[in-house]
């Protein structure tokens, strides 16, 4: 991962997780219950996941990852078309997911597209959204494990209306 991915992204804080290290500001997770009450989450060492949510990395470092993406720092160009190309049966759809990537129309960027990934498990949830007509990438970093996917996608869609805003 770091010869193929973190170092030619630039991602310096992005590391394997592992439960029992001091991670200099690693946020601790929080949930609510059924009753509205704020708790801690439940702990889990995801050390052994590593291809599944097994890192802790920045929003910096994401927004690195999907510019490098974009840049083709990662992947060639014909690579990522491949992987935001509509599967067959969605091509009219407006939104749909690709390889590993969800694409959608921005409509307030008047059909923008917009490629995203979200991710989510005890203790967090992120969202990384990147803007390829404008060369534009957001992470979202949430140690509330409630936060939806909905609203992540509403307050990245915002950010954007707000940095193309003329």
Known sequence: MDDLVFDPAGMTHTRDDDALDVIPERARGYTKTRDGEVRRSR???????LPAGGH??????????????????????ESRARMTAPPPGSEQ?????????????VEQLEGAT?????????????FLAL???AG????????????SGDAHSAIIK???EIVLSP
Request: aromatic share 10%.
């Open 43 to 49: 702990f889990r060492d995801v050390s052994e996941n």
């Open 56 to 77: 802790v990395s920045t929003a910096a470092d994401l927004v690195r990852f999907a510019l490098a993406f974009h840049n083709d720092a990662l992947v060639s160009a």
């Open 93 to 105: 759809a407006e939104s749909y997911y690709g390889f590993g990537i969800g694409v959608s129309a």
């Open 114 to 126: 917009m490629l995203a990934h979200s991710g989510g498990q005890d203790e967090t949830r992120t």
């Open 131 to 133: 803007l390829p007509s």
């Open 136 to 147: 534009l990438a957001v992470a979202l970093m949430s140690n509330d494990e409630s936060f």
């Open 158 to 160: 915002t950010i954007f």
